[in-house]
């Protein structure tokens, strides 16, 4: 045994050290949940590594004066890690986030104009291409990027965000809790299946699997639920983008 191996066996853990060693599974099961809402190219593996970051971070920061238990505390570490890392992974191509605005306007548009909710053969003719394709548009939008409920609102890809042209800035004098009000007010408008939908995904934090066994459809159409919803939130938050700089103007 080398002069280090020999200096660590007799040396006692830290309590940092037995936090980690204790909760080392919490963060496989968190790292499997998410990927169940992930395309299958993101491996488990990173958000394995990314996530006993988190760990580690959680346990050299715990103490128990913070009212909430370690695994607790540790679990929203992880996460956090995760979907940092997530962020800066981007598996689209640009053209399918070019897609994914000309869906969402051309979705404003018609819905501006009919004063309700536009289904998807007239977006699709908005758009010049087939409801077929349409609905691929919005599914390939809703699966290159995993957002949690409060991302939806704040950060890189976030619904208020892209709603805006790439040239614009985000509204300096608008909270974040006015944007995460517009967000709720939108979902609450949204139909009905896609607001179940929506519900399931971001709040109960169910995949595209599990959410076709409660809607009794393919995991197929619940991505297009989803993408078409996500679309419909990027007109409309688009809408209250703009009210809001007008009102601050």
């Given at each position: 045994m080398s002069r280090?191996?020999?200096?660590?066996a007799v040396q006692p853990r830290s309590e940092a050290d037995v936090l980690v060693a204790r909760h080392a599974e919490l963060v496989k099961r968190?790292?499997?949940?998410?990927?169940g809402r992930l395309p299958p190219q993101v491996e488990v593996e990173d958000l394995v590594q990314a996530g006993m970051l988190g760990l580690l971070e959680a346990a050299a920061h715990y103490t128990a004066d913070r009212g909430a238990s370690f695994e607790t505390y540790a679990g929203i570490r992880i996460r956090g890690a995760m979907l940092d890392a997530l962020r800066k992974l981007d598996w689209a191509?640009?053209?399918?986030?070019?897609?994914?605005?000309?869906?969402a306007q051309a979705l404003r548009e018609v819905e501006n104009e009919l004063g309700?909710?536009?289904?998807?053969?007239?977006?699709?003719?908005?758009?010049?291409?087939?409801?077929?394709?349409?609905?691929?548009?919005?599914?390939?939008?809703?699966?290159?990027?995993?957002?949690?409920?409060?991302?939806?609102t704040t950060g890189e890809g976030a619904v208020v965000e892209i709603a805006a042209d790439?040239?614009?800035?985000?509204?300096?004098?608008v909270t974040d809790e006015a944007m995460?009000?517009?967000?709720?007010?939108?979902?609450?408008?949204?139909?009905?299946r896609e607001r179940l939908v929506m519900s399931?995904?971001?709040?109960?934090?169910?995949?595209l699997k599990e959410i076709g066994v409660v809607l009794k459809v393919t995991e197929s159409r619940v991505c297009q639920?989803?993408?078409?919803a996500l679309s419909r939130l990027r007109g409309r938050l688009r809408d209250w983008r703009e009210t809001a700089e007008e009102d601050a103007a």
């Open positions: 280090i191996g020999s200096y660590a968190i790292a499997y949940h998410l990927a191509p640009r053209s399918v986030h070019r897609k994914a605005r000309a869906a309700g909710e536009a289904d998807a053969a007239t977006v699709a003719d908005r758009l010049g291409v087939s409801v077929d394709e349409y609905l691929r548009i919005v599914s390939d939008a809703a699966s290159c990027r995993l957002l949690s409920y409060e991302e939806m790439e040239k614009a800035n985000p509204l300096a004098d995460r009000d517009a967000l709720i007010a939108a979902i609450d408008e949204l139909p009905e399931l995904y971001y709040e109960r934090e169910l995949n639920l989803h993408g078409q």
